[in-house]
């Protein structure tokens, strides 16, 4: 993590101030003037940063292990999703249960609900990294030393390919994942907010702790060397093929859980599963990318920035909505890009890449 | 020299745009071609103008007609792949030459198709429009998109890689985005529905009865009586061939080649003296009015059109072209075009085909029984009906999966594309008899 020294001759330290600044005399005003609109803005913002930092992390994880940005990390969130749907709405197995129907085990025993409905999340979980490997077997690991551009251009064809299969299993009809705090929550002043705002920080949470922590065992290290030098990691006799496995299946167990959360407010009012998840992991490319590509804590700090500044111009830009169009917020993101990468060309915490002749 | 095609003597021979007698003839053969499809013109009516197979049974009663494609549903498809190919040839100048790639084509033509649609299209309550001839707008078109090609390639220049193509990809969201606020509907009209789009007719200035009709049935210049359907494939097929010509020159000028030197290895291409700034932008700026004047054309030969559809899907599309075709290569942007253009039109007319032999006998039938899922409790993984809920998947989802694999498939199994493949048999036709 770089230190903060300021330099005031450098342009992006400079709109790195701005930006703190502006922000710091704004939230003043505003907590003088509605506090309570105020603190549900950020919680909300806080709660969508979130799930687009556990899509960006799932992007940043597969990418330094295995340098390809995937572009079908939405179709994933949405197969993911899906699997959860299964499990929980309609009592199927998943990926069998299209044509015959598997009971799923779990709702067989008894105790309570939320117990049941969080053992078969998990179980999904496993089902979407299942789907990762395969994924990875059949179509990244046959493509090890191709240029990087092709290996990104199969996982758009993946994007295609998974999405419309997944959205022929939805088509009209109403999916839900039948999360247990329900459309609940609790009002400050004016404002509401929802359970599902805590259960998408904190799962947000455990995964970034986790991650943290699976950088620092022996397989987290050897992930990190495949990063760094992939030739020279082989040499070493890391097994490169697990290493690219483990980054899909976690990556598609990451696209699962902010599959989740994309169907659950903020994001989305009604709970549906739908193509809207698939969309929602594409607002997550610009938090990885401002971030930077390969930087864990920087896709965090992408989500954050990048949700904040989504809810934000939401909340206290919705007078503008003529002339900025209707459904603004949802562009937010690919505009904060564009303006950070202007500044930062890798972004916050990517690495400049090293040009020789 | 006819005996030794790879023996260059000048550079300019070197150069050239057909260097050998091969390619010539068949550059000649697929013009003719090109040109000759719209016309109704018999090639063999039936089998019995086939001497040599006159006297068999089996054949003289099997063989179909083979003619060219005259006026029919075909001929709207190939118009489609005309248009897309230009686009295409855009994209090739800035990914295939230049290594840069883009996933905001679909921006660009939208670009275009709306500087189009305001210079040459009808002024109404909602929208903007000048009425103005179609040399004015559909070069307007192709100018508008270089110039916005121009005003985001200092960010671009920037960014190399996956970053730059994260970047246009937020392009084509803004883009969309932006035909939705009022201003935007101006331009654009509403979100749902779209606009009017200018028409193709040749005109002057802006008299009622156009120079040339393209939009009408009726005789071109007294004596060519040709539908309107064929005379706007033959309007793209003229524009097609002007620009594969364009896009040929562009890779034999000083340009291009420093294009490919940017491409091959930019640091080295700068130590060289190629400014690098000046030529990326010059490759943003060229793919650009490609992309406008395709997304022009494209708009008009819809009619009515909403910004929707200059979508990533779109952008998608010719980055499959692209490898499909084979990076880098004029004549494999082509191919690719038509592949990509044409595999979803076969595949539903080879559905539809057998969806009417269900009933019949034989083995089209059988495989029929197999394939078409004609209702409830027939299995089989193709729906014969248009909107169907969950599985069986109908036509035109089948088409979007397996476009997705056949990208994947193409880039695992042959890199080089179509063009490897077409590499690939001369080299065999060329060592034969010895394989390597």
Do not use: C
């Not at chain 2, 040929?248 to 130590?271: C, M, P, S, W, Y």
């Amino acid at each position: 993590m770089a230190k903060l020294n300021f330099d005031a001759s450098e342009p992006s330290h400079l709109v790195g101030l701005s930006i703190v600044v502006g922000g710091a005399i704004f939230s003043a005003y505003e907590l003088a003037t509605g506090a309570d609109i105020y603190a549900t803005t950020l919680l909300k913002s806080l709660a969508l940063g979130s799930v687009y930092a556990l899509i960006a992390l799932g992007t940043v994880l597969i990418f330094k292990a295995t340098e390809v940005i995937n572009f079908a990390q939405g179709a994933m969130a949405m197969v993911g999703v899906l699997f959860i749907s299964f499990m929980v709405a309609d009592g199927n197995l998943p990926i069998v249960g299209f044509f015959w129907e598997i009971p799923n085990p779990i709702y067989e025993l008894g105790g309570p609900e939320w117990i049941k409905w969080f053992l078969s999340v998990i179980v999904a979980l496993v089902f979407a990294a299942l789907l990762g490997l395969l994924i990875e077997r059949l179509a990244i690991r046959p493509m090890i030393g191709e240029p990087l551009f092709s290996v990104a251009v199969i996982t758009l064809g993946l994007e295609i390919a998974l999405r419309v299969l997944a959205n022929d299993t939805v088509k009209i009809n109403f999916r839900s994942v039948d999360a247990p705090w329900g459309n609940g929550g609790f009002n400050i002043g004016d404002g509401f907010v929802n359970w599902s705002y805590f259960a998408a920080m904190i799962t947000a949470a455990i995964a970034f702790v986790a991650v943290f922590f699976f950088y620092r065992s022996r397989m987290g290290i050897a992930m990190r060397a495949v990063a760094h030098d992939q030739e020279a990691a082989m040499a070493q006799g890391i097994n490169i093929g697990r290493v690219f496995a483990i980054a899909w299946g976690a990556g598609a167990v990451l696209a699962a859980m902010g599959g989740l959360f994309a169907t659950q407010p903020p994001v989305k009012q009604t709970g549906a599963v739908d193509t809207d998840v698939a969309l929602v992991a594409f607002r997550a490319l610009p938090a990885v990318i401002l971030g930077g590509l390969d930087s864990v804590q920087g896709a965090l700090l992408g989500g954050l920035i990048v949700g904040t500044a989504e809810i934000y111009a939401g909340q206290y830009l919705s007078g503008q909505t003529a002339w900025l169009g209707s459904g603004y917020p949802l562009i937010v993101p690919y505009f904060v890009m564009i303006i950070g990468l202007l500044v930062r060309p890798y972004g916050l915490f990517g690495t400049p890449e090293i040009r020789r002749v | 020299m006819f005996l030794r095609p790879n023996l260059y003597t000048s550079y300019e021979a070197e150069v050239q745009i057909l260097p050998t007698y091969t390619k010539k003839v068949l550059a000649a053969i697929g013009i003719i071609l090109l040109l000759l499809i719209p016309f109704d013109i018999p090639l063999i009516t039936s089998a019995t103008d086939l001497p040599l197979l006159r006297n068999i049974p089996v054949i003289s009663n099997g063989i179909p007609p083979l003619r060219f494609l005259g006026d029919n549903s075909w001929l709207r498809v190939l118009d489609e792949a005309l248009i897309f190919g230009i686009a295409a040839l855009g994209i090739n100048i800035l990914t295939g030459m230049a290594g840069q790639v883009s996933l905001g084509h679909a921006f660009f033509m939208g670009v275009g198709a709306y500087s189009g649609a305001v210079l040459g299209g009808v002024s109404t309550s909602s929208v903007w429009g000048w009425n103005l001839p179609i040399w004015i707008w559909l070069p307007g078109a192709g100018i508008g998109a270089a110039l916005v090609g121009i005003v985001v390639s200092p960010v671009a220049v920037r960014l190399r890689g996956l970053y730059l193509a994260i970047v246009t990809l937020g392009l084509v969201f803004l883009g969309i985005h932006m035909s939705n606020t009022t201003w935007g509907r101006h331009i654009a009209g509403d979100p749902g529905l779209g606009r009017d789009f200018p028409k193709y007719d040749i005109r002057l200035w802006k008299e009622e009865a156009p120079l040339i009709t393209i939009n009408d049935d009726g005789k071109w210049f007294g004596f060519l009586d040709v539908t309107d359907n064929q005379k706007k494939y033959l309007f793209l097929a003229v524009l097609f061939l002007v620009f594969i010509l364009l896009a040929k020159n562009v890779a034999r000028t000083r340009t291009g080649r420093a294009l490919q030197a940017i491409r091959d290895r930019d640091i080295a291409a700068e130590v060289m003296g190629v400014p690098e700034f000046k030529y990326k932008l010059i490759a943003f700026a060229t793919s650009s009015f490609f992309a406008g004047i395709a997304g022009a054309l494209f708009a008009s030969f819809a009619g009515k059109l909403p910004a929707s559809q200059f979508s990533l899907a779109l952008s998608v599309e010719f980055i499959a072209i692209l490898l499909i075709g084979g990076v880098g290569t004029v004549s494999g942007t082509v191919m690719g075009t038509f592949f990509v253009v044409l595999t979803p039109k076969f595949v539903e007319s080879f559905t539809e085909w057998l969806a009417d032999k269900t009933d019949g006998g034989g083995v089209s039938a059988k495989l029929a029984e197999v394939v078409i899922s004609t209702g409830p409790g027939n299995q089989g993984p193709i729906s014969s009906a248009i909107q169907t809920p969950g599985y069986p998947l109908n036509v035109f989802d089948w088409n979007l999966v397996l476009y997705g694999v056949l990208i994947i498939l193409f880039l695992i199994f042959e890199p080089l594309g179509l063009y490897g493949i077409w590499i690939k048999i001369r080299n065999y036709w060329k060592r034969w008899p010895f394989s390597y």
